[in-house]
């Protein structure tokens, strides 16, 4: 019987060892082509009760990495090139960011950005290919792009396929977005943009009372009530029918001319490009207007531009590392190239405010994501905290974002940082 015993003690030891063998073996012999993402270094993720959550909020423990390609359309040729080949740039240097944070986390999985850019070659023809390439044979669900009244031509094609899509900028034509796009997004109101150049020309010149209204001439059909509404809105008074003018044109003299014409208090210029702003304020200075001028300016750009003609400017939408007002995440894009390139950060911000929305519906999904982002009440932006804006204008609620904007004052050809101002919420 005791030998019996020790019979199977034997047995049951060797089944054992083996066991642990056959396991350790396994081990040995597991997939490690596994990509897995790292915890992140700080924790971002916000409380369950909040309408927004962080990109890259931190895990209790590794996940799984994946690619999540995200369109984007910007005209890297021909005139608007000037806008869209510096944001190009800047939109890379977002999803790096991003990715360098773990990427967007959804559902326990960790997404890194894969950009698929297309030139709208600054053309609604152009544009409409790089929708209809980006929709048909890249089957993305979501775009970001493209500015200007290019939205124009891809509204439709990103509606009709259900593309969530986020415009750098828009045109405020009622096609670009409407109350039946429902997956068009907008990364900023502009008329809060405008709003936040005539305050600060109002904190700044407080004498000021009548304005001339100076714009190109492409949008300013659309814009026309906005601006005017805005303008009473404010309690300023326009000094003469608006100056408008094309973007592409040799000479800006005889705009000046008419601008000087109305003797204005001061002179607005909400809608151009950097040519276009430097040639008016240099034909001004030249025939002695000394009012103020507000238009959106990158600081070094104007002064490297206009020299000792640089003066009583009110700029917004310059952002320099050295302002000392300047956001985190606005100063981290700053840092990841050349801190004293024109970042004009409008669709790098249509990326990042997507990043943030994704991630908050917790889905890849676009109608989902859409879904949710209409109940957000704010969202992370590269300028700050952002909020909606222009239900009514758009029909749409929580589609339209606007932001803190940055704001310098020049003169004599310094430039002086002022405090971010928040614009006014449009109606």
Known sequence: MRKTKWGLCL???VLVLGLVTVLAACGDNKDTTTTTAQAPTETTAQAPTETTAPVSSEPTTPVPTETLRIGAILSLSDWYSVVDAADKVDLEYVAQMINDDGGI????????????????????DGNTAAATKLVLDEKLSFVVGPGAFFNLATTPIFEQNKVLHVANYNGLNPAEMNKDTTYAFLGLDPITQANAELKSLMLYYPDVKTVCL??????????EPHFNALVERLGLTLSGP?????????DYNPVASKIKAQNPDAVWMPVAIDPSYFG???GLRTLGYEGPLSFPIDAPSVTGALGDVATGIVGVLSKQIIDPNISAPMKRLLEMGDPDRHVFGLGPNALYILAHAIQAADSLDPTEVRDHWETMTSIPTLYGEGFPSGSQLFGLASHAWAHPI??????????????????????
């Open 11 to 13: 047995i049951l030891l």
């Open 105 to 124: 986390q959804v559902q326990g999985k960790n997404y890194k950005i894969e950009l698929v850019i297309e030139d709208g070659k600054s053309s609604l």
């Open 214 to 223: 100076a714009t190109e001439d492409a949008t300013y059909p659309a814009f």
């Open 242 to 250: 608006p100056v408008l003018f094309a973007t592409n044109a040799e």
């Open 280 to 282: 008016i304020t240099k």
């Open 406 to 427: 940055p704001v310098a004052l020049v003169d004599n050809g310094q430039v002086e940082y002022k405090p971010w101002i928040i614009p006014d919420v449009t109606p």
